[in-house]
């Protein structure tokens, strides 16, 4: 039976880097005898909104509840609409009502791409950030007091739950199971929140006792975000609180270099609702319309969205190609950001090439 993949590009470069994720999904299919069936929508975009003063239509839930995957391209323009509109309005919904509760981003060194930290090759740089995605320290509980006088008060609870905290560290664990070296690194900050992040440790605890082969260390997020800049070889899985995911889900990937490469995932592991699969960048007005956009991050996260759907052989195809690209170095067909002079299509159709074979 086919996977029925909703797709939604969105705005700015999303427009212009989807079509590269859709060829190379097309090209794996193909290889590897997926079934594939792509449905386009309008809404989540800016424009959309213009015409009909929301990001989404009233159904939109129903309208995708069904799918398989959501494949997202980048929301966003500034100069049309408001960022707390088109991203509240869109993403953050699907995020939500979907109870994607991980949200996974890869940080790997790529071949032919420069490491902002000095020294480091490809190899060097391979983990997984894991983000709690709906609860802890993003929660809407609390409030104002005495707004306006002296005694002004405001006051923002975390919320923690036995259930989204285990969920969240069950994913990691079991993430970490599938990785040869078997490594899980915890971010806390028990020495300094002391309700909240003790709780989490506990957890952790209580949850490795289920996976003796898997190491377990942890760090207070201060030194860890050092040790991501000084020692990243020394990670492989991080889990983390939605703040510290947050924070170390973008540090990790800029360890790598370019922002156009990296992709990333809002899953719903029980498969009760679909799962988001987006690259980390957003519509980069300043480059949209000139086709120079890395389709990289877009293709990537396609992988992760067929590795998903079980077909991990399929995703590390498609990966495979990225990196003999990338080291291939062909100024031609790389995108400028990665020190090339071709265009958003001649990076898509080459990776695209070798994943057929
Ligand atoms: P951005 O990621 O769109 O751009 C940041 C910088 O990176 C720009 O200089 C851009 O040219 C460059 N860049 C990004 N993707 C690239 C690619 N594939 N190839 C080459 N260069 C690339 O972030 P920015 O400018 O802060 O936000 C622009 C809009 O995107 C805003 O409306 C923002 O809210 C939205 N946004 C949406 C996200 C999403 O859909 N998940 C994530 C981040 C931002
Ligand atoms: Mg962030």
């Known amino acids: ?29 193909k290889r590897f005898k997926i079934d594939l069936a792509f449905t386009t929508f309008e809404f989540g975009s800016c424009d959309y909104y213009l015409e009909h003063s929301k990001m989404l239509p009233d159904d939109w839930f129903d309208q995708l509840k069904d799918f398989d995957a959501l494949f997202y391209g980048a929301v966003g323009w500034p100069d049309k609409v408001p960022d707390h509109i088109s991203l509240w309005g869109s ?106 992040m003790p709780y989490w440790d506990e957890r952790v605890a209580e949850m490795a006792k289920h996976y003796p082969e898997i190491a377990v260390d942890k760090f207070h997020i201060d030194i860890l975000t050092a ?67 890395n389709p990289i991050g877009q293709i990537w996260s396609g992988a992760m969205m067929l590795e998903h759907l079980g077909y991990k052989e399929a995703a590390d195809a498609m990966v495979t190609a990225i990196e003999e690209v990338l080291s291939e170095g062909n100024r031609q067909v790389l995108t400028r950001d990665v020190g090339g002079q071709g265009s958003t299509v001649s990076l898509g159709q080459a990776i695209a090439e070798r994943i057929g074979g």
């Not at 590269?20 to 299919?29: N, P, T």
């Not at 806390?188 to 929140?193: D, E, F, P, R």
């Open 1 to 29: 039976m086919a996977h029925r993949i909703a797709v939604i590009a969105g705005d700015g470069i999303g427009t212009e880097v989807m079509p590269e994720g859709i060829r190379a999904l097309e090209v794996a299919a």
């Open 91 to 196: 993403l953050l919904q699907f995020r939500r009502q979907f109870d994607q509760y991980i949200n996974l981003r890869p940080c790997k060194l790529m071949p032919g791409i420069k490491s902002p930290l000095a020294g480091r090759e490809p190899g060097d740089i391979d983990f997984y950030v894991v983000r709690e995605n709906t609860e802890g320290e993003y929660s809407s509980v609390g409030g104002k007091m005495f707004e306006g006088t002296e005694r002004e008060i405001v006051l923002q609870e975390t919320v923690m739950s036995r259930v989204g905290v285990d969920r969240v560290l069950k994913y990691a664990f079991d993430l970490a199971q599938t990785r040869p070296r078997k490594k899980l690194t915890s971010a806390t900050k028990s020495n300094g929140i002391s309700i909240t």
């Open 227 to 293: 040790n991501f800049v000084l020692h990243p070889d020394w990670f492989d899985v991080v889990v983390g609180s939605n703040l510290f995911g947050d924070i170390l889900s973008d540090l990790g990937p800029a360890c790598t270099g370019t922002i156009g490469i990296a992709p990333s995932a809002n899953i719903n592991p029980e498969g009760k609702f679909p799962s988001l699969f987006e690259p980390v960048h957003g519509s980069a007005p300043d480059i949209a319309g000139k086709g120079i956009a």
